[in-house]
């Protein structure tokens, strides 16, 4: 299915900008006259956005999938990724990109075939939680003051599309879409989506067309940051006291209109930042931020209630590094960090050049799970450091940590997935004093563990060895009768 819909876009060299807010909102807290519904804590969604591997030369990256056959690999979407014309015309559908290279996916869809240029963007939705839920995902595209069609995209199957409209978001035009998931005769029947599984595609690839000038391209880029922006927001409710996905969907959150949309009050709208002081202007603003660059900030200059900090997150906010580093300077105190969060995703970042890299702080007005993906911390004493929460917990997922690190029992519990622990300014040390789960961790050689809370170790390795009961004890050395081996 191809939406032929087509915006305006800006430049020649238009950068795509888009956000993954990982919907965790989750279930009715309500009951509707119309609807008798059963409140089900437990649903969670994350909303996952990839792109193919492109290799240096200049040819994309194969796998072989068990169903589909050879197909192209995926990695995480790049953001700010520079979107040229196309070149060629569309022929049709070419090599398929199978998604059950992904665990918990399935379902393929196909690239364009005939064209050079399309920006690959596949958006899928997996259900992190406990309960089956009903997704739909909403999708805005630039739109500018331009009234000709000079952008396209392609849609996945099994989706049911509704186009809202053009809709006037913070000050811009989008051209705005719902798509709400129908599932296949054979997965997912009726939009059913499991715990553990994730949705087909809605969203596939992105293009400029080829007669697109320099006129279209200024007048597509409405807010004039230089970016071709699409937004992009996951919403799931629970399957329970409902018949179908559109009534649960709409009872939850309400109908998708021009005046109902994740962007109405402007604060989901990602901001792209390059500077430290675009940075910080756009999180006190309550946005979220992708980097389009490393970032410096010299010296710290806010306050995290205990010291010095780089930039502070307080409202749930996503960080997207894209890649970058996020230099601090000027926060070499003990109670100095580089970022100070209260909740929210950070992503695809390496930290540096403070005391504490990323401190969490719980208590505020604002407070929620932290959630870090692919970080690094360098340079820094503390890696992650937590004195004040409410019991909100961590979740790290293929992050890589060096130095020492350390968080209160008030964190909650902590989940380290797929993550990598060694030595930084001289410590290779960790004292967690909340129960903590280390699921396929692997830990440089002489790195330590005080265990003063709960741990437990799934499929971890020391310097490469798998641990187990036995030598479990090389790397948990203090409080060693709190250390469990699954496996």
């Given at each position: 299915?191809k939406?032929?819909?087509?915006?305006?876009?800006a430049?020649?060299?238009?950068l795509v900008a888009?956000l993954s807010?990982?919907?965790?909102i989750?279930?009715?807290?309500s009951?509707?006259?119309?609807?008798n519904?059963?409140v089900m804590?437990?649903?969670?969604i994350?909303?996952?956005?990839?792109?193919?591997?492109?290799?240096?030369?200049?040819t994309?990256e194969?796998v072989?999938?068990?169903k589909?056959?050879?197909?192209?690999?995926?990695q995480e979407f790049?953001?700010?990724k520079?979107?040229?014309?196309?070149?060629g015309?569309i022929?049709?559908w070419?090599?398929?990109?199978?998604?059950?290279?992904i665990?918990g996916?399935?379902?393929?869809?196909?690239?364009?075939?005939?064209?050079?240029?399309?920006q690959?963007?596949?958006?899928l939705?997996?259900n992190t939680?406990?309960?089956?839920?009903y997704?739909?995902t909403?999708?805005a595209?630039e739109?500018g003051?331009?009234t000709?069609?000079?952008?396209g995209?392609s849609t996945g199957?099994?989706?049911?599309?509704n186009n809202?409209?053009i809709v006037?978001?913070?000050?811009n035009?989008?051209?705005?879409f719902?798509?709400i998931?129908?599932?296949?005769?054979?997965?997912?029947?009726d939009g059913v989506?499991?715990?553990g599984e994730?949705?087909?595609?809605?969203?596939?690839q992105?293009?400029?067309?080829?007669?697109?000038?320099n006129?279209?391209?200024?007048?597509?880029?409405?807010?004039?940051n230089?970016?071709?922006d699409?937004?992009?927001f996951s919403q799931?409710?629970?399957?329970?006291?409902?018949?179908?996905?559109e009534?649960?969907?709409?009872?939850?959150?309400?109908?998708?209109?021009a005046?109902n949309?994740?962007?109405?009050?402007g604060t989901n709208?990602?901001?792209?930042?390059?500077?430290?002081d675009?940075?910080?202007?756009?999180l006190?603003e309550?946005?979220s931020?992708i980097l389009?660059?490393?970032?410096?900030?010299?010296?710290?200059g806010?306050s995290?209630a205990?010291g010095k900090?780089?930039?502070?997150?307080k409202?749930?906010?996503t960080?997207?590094g894209?890649?970058?580093?996020?230099?601090?300077k000027?926060?070499?105190?003990?109670?100095d960090?580089?970022?100070n969060?209260?909740?929210?995703?950070?992503?695809?970042?390496?930290?540096?050049?403070?005391f504490?890299g990323?401190?969490?702080?719980?208590?505020?007005?604002h407070s929620?799970?932290?959630?870090?993906?692919?970080?690094?911390?360098?340079?820094?004493?503390?890696?992650i450091s937590?004195?004040q929460?409410?019991?909100?917990g961590?979740?790290?997922t293929?992050?890589k940590?060096?130095?020492w690190?350390?968080?209160?029992?008030t964190?909650?519990d902590?989940?380290?997935?797929?993550?990598t622990?060694?030595?930084?300014?001289g410590?290779?040390?960790?004292?967690p004093?909340?129960p903590?789960?280390f699921?396929?961790?692997?830990?440089?050689?002489?790195?330590?563990?005080?265990?003063r809370?709960?741990v437990?170790?799934?499929?971890?390795t020391?310097?490469?060895?798998a641990?187990?009961?036995d030598?479990v004890?090389?790397?948990?050395v203090?409080n060693?009768?709190n250390?469990?081996?699954?496996?």
């Amino acid at each position: 299915m191809k939406i032929k819909r087509i915006l305006l876009t800006a430049l020649c060299m238009v950068l795509v900008a888009a956000l993954s807010i990982a919907g965790t909102i989750a279930y009715l807290t309500s009951t509707d006259e119309d609807v008798n519904v059963m409140v089900m804590p437990g649903v969670e969604i994350a909303q996952h956005e990839y792109e193919r591997v492109l290799k240096a030369d200049g040819t994309y990256e194969m796998v072989t999938s068990a169903k589909y056959g050879e197909g192209y690999k995926l990695q995480e979407f790049t953001q700010a990724k520079p979107i040229y014309p196309i070149t060629g015309s569309i022929t049709g559908w070419g090599t398929l990109v199978p998604f059950d290279q992904i665990e918990g996916a399935s379902g393929a869809q196909a690239v364009f075939a005939g064209i050079e240029n399309a920006q690959d963007k596949f958006v899928l939705v997996e259900n992190t939680g406990k309960s089956s839920a009903y997704v739909r995902t909403i999708i805005a595209l630039e739109y500018g003051s331009n009234t000709k069609d000079i952008i396209g995209i392609s849609t996945g199957d099994f989706w049911k599309w509704n186009n809202i409209g053009i809709v006037e978001i913070d000050g811009n035009n989008y051209d705005v879409f719902e798509a709400i998931y129908n599932g296949s005769d054979t997965r997912h029947v009726d939009g059913v989506l499991p715990a553990g599984e994730y949705t087909y595609s809605s969203l596939g690839q992105v293009y400029l067309s080829a007669e697109a000038d320099n006129e279209d391209l200024e007048a597509l880029d409405g807010n004039k940051n230089g970016t071709y922006d699409i937004l992009v927001f996951s919403q799931a409710v629970q399957t329970v006291g409902f018949s179908d996905a559109e009534t649960a969907l709409d009872a939850a959150f309400g109908d998708i209109t021009a005046t109902n949309h994740p962007w109405i009050d402007g604060t989901n709208i990602p901001a792209v930042a390059s500077t430290a002081d675009q940075l910080v202007a756009a999180l006190e603003e309550g946005k979220s931020v992708i980097l389009t660059d490393d970032v410096k900030i010299d010296p710290a200059g806010m306050s995290n209630a205990y010291g010095k900090t780089g930039i502070n997150v307080k409202n749930g906010q996503t960080i997207n590094g894209n890649g970058h580093t996020l230099d601090i300077k000027g926060a070499g105190g003990t109670w100095d960090s580089g970022i100070n969060t209260t909740g929210g995703l950070i992503e695809n970042i390496t930290v540096t050049g403070s005391f504490r890299g990323i401190f969490i702080n719980h208590n505020s007005a604002h407070s929620e799970r932290v959630v870090l993906n692919n970080v690094t911390t360098t340079g820094t004493v503390y890696t992650i450091s937590c004195d004040q929460g409410s019991r909100q917990g961590l979740t790290a997922t293929d992050c890589k940590f060096y130095g020492w690190t350390s968080y209160a029992a008030t964190l909650g519990d902590a989940e380290f997935i797929d993550c990598t622990f060694g030595e930084g300014s001289g410590y290779a040390y960790m004292r967690p004093y909340a129960p903590t789960t280390f699921v396929g961790c692997d830990f440089e050689a002489g790195f330590q563990i005080d265990a003063r809370a709960a741990v437990t170790f799934e499929n971890c390795t020391i310097d490469g060895v798998a641990i187990t009961a036995d030598n479990v004890g090389t790397l948990v050395v203090s409080n060693t009768a709190n250390a469990t081996v699954i496996g």
